[in-house]
């Protein structure tokens, strides 16, 4: 594996703990360590700060990463568990997090995630349905219901068309919104007055064709979430995930895989015929 800037681990995925997920986040078993924060043989979580992107990433039998990438495994979860939740779940986290944080409390009203079948979105269902939030699962997939049913969505709609109108009937109380573009417009022009929106992601583009209007006549507020979070603040987040925020049989949402696997599942993904996560186990486990 290429090596880059101040690495200070050596992680190595152990016989049974081997894993890593679609955003080529890793879980694995640290083997040598230049931090005395970590041990040989600590499970240990690396996501965040380009690992994937513009780094190599999780999709090896070894990782080189720095200290401030890395979270030890909290103790309710485990290392599959965490592989299944991923960067995708920890940022879901953040912003259930961001939601409570400004105000948004279950009996507020509903509470509408988008791009919902994905590896976000799911995740950020679950919890919300576990904290006793009103879900509304949105979702271009209509024959997916069976699937929000079981993560505890009390409704499951599809995302409107694009639209010139400025306001529309107020129905959430918050969101989530993975999609972008026109559907988080829609999500802002039908956010109930003072409703806080979360924007995660752009699935569906970057633009944002929307106006001034939802937020200077019902006062919503637009909340930008960014899974590249300090470590003091991550290690909360998977502290939550291991606790309040888990969602039951968690690891039932992962379709774990070999590496030769990876690149037909990849094309299933880019043609939107998979939901939940893809955990790819690593040197026979
Ligand atoms: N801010 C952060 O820190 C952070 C962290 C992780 C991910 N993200 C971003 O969040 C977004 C979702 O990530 P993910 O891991 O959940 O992705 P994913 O598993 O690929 O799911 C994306 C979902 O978006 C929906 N979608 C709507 N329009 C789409 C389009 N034109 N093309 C593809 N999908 C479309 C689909 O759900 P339905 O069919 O159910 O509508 C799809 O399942 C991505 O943009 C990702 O880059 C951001």
Redesign the pocket.
């Known amino acids: 594996m290429k090596k880059w800037g101040n690495p200070a681990r050596n992680l190595k995925h152990s016989a049974t703990q081997r894993f890593s997920s679609q ?1 080529f986040e890793a879980v694995g078993t640290v083997i040598e360590s230049a931090d005395p924060s970590f041990e040989p043989g600590q499970i240990v979580i690396a996501h965040g700060m380009g690992l994937g992107v513009d780094r190599d990433g999780g999709l090896a039998c070894f990782v080189r990463a720095d200290a401030s990438w890395l979270v030890p495994l909290p103790s309710g979860l485990s290392p599959l568990e965490a592989a299944t939740i991923g ?2 779940g920890f ?1 879901a986290a953040l912003a259930v997090d961001r939601l409570e944080s400004m105000g948004v409390e279950p009996g507020f009203g509903p509470i509408a995630v ?8 799911c995740q950020a269902v679950g919890m919300l349905a576990r904290l006793g939030y009103e879900v509304v699962a ?4 209509p024959d ?1 219901r069976g699937f929000f049913k079981t993560l505890g969505a009390s409704e499951v709609i599809a ?1 409107p068309g694009p639209s010139d109108r400025m306001l529309d009937k107020g129905m959430w109380a918050g969101a989530v919104d ?2 972008g573009s026109d ?1 988080l417009a829609w999500l802002l022009r039908s956010a109930r007055p003072e409703a806080i929106i979360a924007s ?5 583009g970057n633009r944002l064709p929307t106006s001034v209007i939802p937020f200077i006549l019902r006062g919503i507020t637009l909340t930008g ?4 979070s300090p470590p003091t603040l991550r290690r909360r987040i998977w502290e939550r995930l291991g606790t309040d925020l888990k969602m039951r049989r968690i690891a039932s949402l992962a379709r774990v895989i070999e590496p030769d696997e990876i690149d037909d599942v990849m094309v299933q ?1 880019v043609a ?1 015929r998979t ?1 939940g996560r893809a955990v790819v186990a690593f040197c026979g486990a």
Do not use: R
Not at 114 to 121: C, L, R, S, Y
């Open positions: 955003s960067v995708a940022s988008t791009g919902a079948t994905g590896g976000v979105g949105v979702t271009s997939k997916s995302p993975t999609v559907v995660i992601g752009n699935a569906g979430i960014n899974g590249n993904m939107g939901q």
